[in-house]
């Protein structure tokens, strides 16, 4: 056990500090600026509705929602009552499937589905941009700098603290505040957003202006499925949703509301 | 020309202050803009230091051109289309409802906006969800008066994109157009669930109840006139000095005093008392509010130069109640 009130005193190596500690954070912020530009250049843009129908079967959901959300604010009663009776019954009879006819089927598998492979394929590409960097990172790290202790942080710090700082070194004895090389891999994955925000600039600046002409209405390329979901399904949840919803109206009364705090803030009436 | 100016354009926020000083006023600085464009794409330095090419510029320019249009600067307008094609393509689907509003605006006669729909129509027939194409062929049809077709051609889109707040203000303006205030409500009210916030469309709406009350004298006008009160009331709610909104609430209330008089005598409830006075205190407040507004907006009339003929019509109906009671 470590005496309490003396301090540990380990011999290092200028050196360490100089061919460990500055490569790593130099690896790491480089990696991650390759990271960024890589993902760009392998991003591809969800794919909007290309037919009337694709679209319709995509928009019909939102506009359930919309009611849902934006009714009280707006609709009185019976016109409430129209929308939700012809949105439920719609819902139900599947009206704004793409095709009608293939409701209730299952749904095919996402593998064969083009659309949903694409998608599929879209998530692995970023998952693999995360891991494979990661891993070459780590286990060159491990494989030349393991057991390494590069530097010791100018405070104090409780126990607790150990497994964090000093990944890779198996000594119960040293001091908290000495950090390993292992660790310095980690605190640089987790820390360096904000230097990566301020090098590249908000997340996505990059890709940010070829959607800026794509898109003219900012709702129309929205698909709120996801892939290999069933629209019907979510249809029937929709249905249900709206089906249970109590009808009431902030347009009621709002005549005692505006003389109430309009005209008594101007000092009329 | 004349068709650019004589429809309300769909893709419309640009064009939206449709007076037209502003607008010539936009449009006289062309010449800076464009120049200041170039100049920062010719010096390689330059636009490596500031490699970041700032989205507001395309916007700026895209602006600009519907300014120059209104006002005839055609070749300005040219000019911003093409710097607006050299960046996205000439496939880009708003750069291609761009280059067809251009091309609408320089037809001379009807047969040269004939070619242009026949032109839609080949783009639609590859591309079928082409939003920006698809409204510039309803606009030119409205444009051409066939107001029938467009709206056909606009339910049509609306099934297909119906969380699309503009088509559904486009089509209560053609329905209204046509004198059909229900599906004008109707329309209204769909736009303001997908924007509940809209103080204008809050507006739009009880304008749009005030001529339906007015039309259908008999059994719906309480009701209607009703409604009417109570959308101007959410627009003043939601935008304070909306004098759009104080406007119409002033008118919807008078005549709801006008017409009250006699029906309620007949009746006498309670609840139908209380109603009344409390139409009479909107009355009074929003007649106060549209005296404040005028006074105060024609006393700094270099702020609100726009907004001339709104006053003078806010003022006339000031005069008008006020004689009439």
Redesign the interface.
């Known amino acids: 056990m470590a005496l309490q009130g003396v301090e540990q005193t380990i011999l290092r190596d200028p050196a360490l500090f100089y061919w460990i500690l500055f490569p790593i954070t130099i690896v790491m912020i480089l990696t991650g600026i390759l990271r960024h530009y890589a993902t760009v250049l392998m991003n591809t843009p969800p794919k ?9 079967e995509r ?2 959901l ?2 359930g929602v ?2 849902r ?3 009280p ?4 009663q019976d ?1 409430f009552e129209m929308r939700k009776n012809y949105l439920v019954s719609s819902y139900h009879s599947g009206a704004f499937l793409k095709d009608p006819a293939s409701r209730g089927q299952p749904p095919g598998n996402p593998m064969t589905d083009p659309a949903g492979m694409e998608a599929m394929m879209g998530m692995m590409k970023g998952n693999m941009m995360m891991m494979i960097p990661q891993t070459l990172i780590m286990s060159w790290i491990n494989a030349f700098f393991s057991g390494f202790v590069i530097l010791k942080l100018p405070f104090p710090l409780t126990i607790r603290f150990k497994s964090m700082l000093q990944s890779g070194v198996m000594t119960r004895d040293l001091d908290v505040r000495w950090v390993s090389s292992l660790s310095w891999y980690f605190l640089n994955l987790f820390g360096l957003q904000s230097v990566f925000g301020f090098i590249l ?1 908000s997340d996505n ?1 990059a890709n ?2 070829s959607q ?3 898109t ?2 900012p ?2 390329g929205m698909n709120p499925f996801q892939p290999g979901q069933d629209p019907d399904k979510l249809y029937q949840s929709e249905a249900e949703n709206l089906e249970v919803m109590e009808h009431f109206c ?2 009621d009364g ?6 109430h ?3 008594s803030k ?1 000092g ?2 | 020309m004349c068709a650019i100016m004589a429809q309300t354009t769909v ?1 419309s926020y640009a064009i939206q202050s449709s007076n037209l000083i502003t607008t010539v006023r936009f449009s006289q600085q062309a010449p800076v803009i464009l120049e200041r464009g170039l100049t920062s794409e010719r010096s390689l330095i330059f636009s490596l230091i500031a490699n ?2 700032e ?1 507001e510029r ?1 916007g700026i320019i895209e602006q600009l051109f519907f300014s120059c249009l209104q006002t005839g600067d055609d070749r300005s307008a040219l000019l911003c289309l093409e710097r ?1 094609t050299c ?2 393509g000439s496939s ?4 291609m ?1 761009l280059r067809g509003l251009y091309e609408e605006a320089i037809a001379g006669d009807q047969s040269d906006l004939e070619e242009c729909l026949r032109k839609y129509d080949l783009s639609l027939s590859e ?3 082409d ?2 194409i698809l409204k510039r062929r309803i606009a030119l049809l409205r444009s051409m008066s066939r107001p029938v077709d467009a709206i056909t051609n606009l339910v ?1 889109l609306l ?6 707040a ?1 088509a559904w203000c486009e089509l209560a303006d053609l329905y209204q157009s046509q004198g059909m205030s229900s599906q004008a409500i ?1 329309s209204l ?1 769909e736009a ?3 924007v ?2 809209a103080w204008n469309i809050h507006a739009r709406l009880g304008e749009a109840l005030y001529i339906f009350a007015r039309t259908a004298e008999d059994e719906g006008f309480p009701q209607y006139l009703r ?1 009417s ?3 101007f ?2 627009s ?2 939601l935008c304070d000095d909306y004098l759009r909104g104080f406007y119409g609430l002033a008118l919807a209330t008078s005549l709801q005093l006008e017409q009250e008089g006699p029906m309620n005598a007949l009746r006498g409830l309670a609840s139908d008392f209380l109603y009344k006075e ?2 009479e ?2 009355n ?2 929003a007649r ?2 549209l005296e404040d507004i005028v006074k105060q907006r024609s006393a700094n009339c270099q702020l609100w130069e726009h907004a001339q003929g709104d006053l003078i019509a806010a003022k006339e109906l000031v005069d008008r109640i006020s004689e009439s009671h």
């Open positions: 909007p509705a290309t037919t009337l129908a694709e679209s319709r928009l019909s939102l506009r919309n009611l959300n934006n009714a604010a707006v609709l009185s016109a600039g600046a940010h202006m800026q002409m794509a003219m209405n709702t129309a902030i347009l709002i005549e005692d509301r505006i003389l705090n309009i005209a101007e009329l009436v | 893709e970041q090419e989205p395309y607006l960046r996205f880009n689907e708003k750069v409802g591309h079928p969800l939003l920006p049509e099934k297909a994109v119906p969380t699309d503009e109707f009210e303001l669930l997908i509940p916030n409604k009160i109570q959308h009331c959410r003043v709610e409390k139409i205190g909107l009074i407040l106060r509010k």
